[in-house]
């Protein structure tokens, strides 16, 4: 298993899940300070996440311990998600597609969270 922590870094790249979800947030050819502080304050979650995973998997398997942990982890990365795009009580459309973005971002990064 060991061997698959590289290849982790490689499928969860935070530098392209930024790209990604600024390519999203320009589709109206501007990106706001919320949509900007929301994409920022995700990929240092997962930042953060990958390297709490890449502990999780060093012995070679997660303990349901560390899947526990790591679900809440995500669980914790969609509501700060939501609450940094629902700052302003306003969630626009960009903001919307973000967040459903980082949705399936968490739901890629869960199947690599398992036993």
């Known amino acids: 298993m060991k061997d698959s922590i590289p290849a982790i870094r490689d499928i969860i790249s ?3 899940v930024w790209i990604e979800l600024c390519e999203v947030a320009l589709k109206d050819g501007k990106i706001t300070m919320e949509e900007y502080l929301l994409i920022k304050n995700f ?3 997962l930042e953060n996440y990958i390297e709490v995973l890449e ?9 349901k311990d560390e899947e ?8 914790n990365m969609m509501q700060d998600a939501i609450e940094t795009a629902n700052d ?3 969630v626009s459309p960009d903001e919307f597609t973000i967040l459903h973005h ?3 971002f968490l739901e ?5 969270s398992s036993p």
């Not at 890629?108 to 690599?112: D, N, T």
Request: proline share 0%; aromatic share 6%; hydrophobic share 40%.
């Open 55 to 63: 502990i999780a998997l060093s012995d070679g398997d997660i303990s």
């Open 88 to 90: 302003n009580n306003v």
């Open 68 to 75: 526990k942990k790591l679900f809440a982890l995500r669980a």
């Open 102 to 104: 980082i949705n399936e």
């Open 14 to 16: 935070c530098k392209s």
């Open 43 to 45: 990929t240092e979650n």
């Open 108 to 112: 890629m990064v869960a199947k690599y």
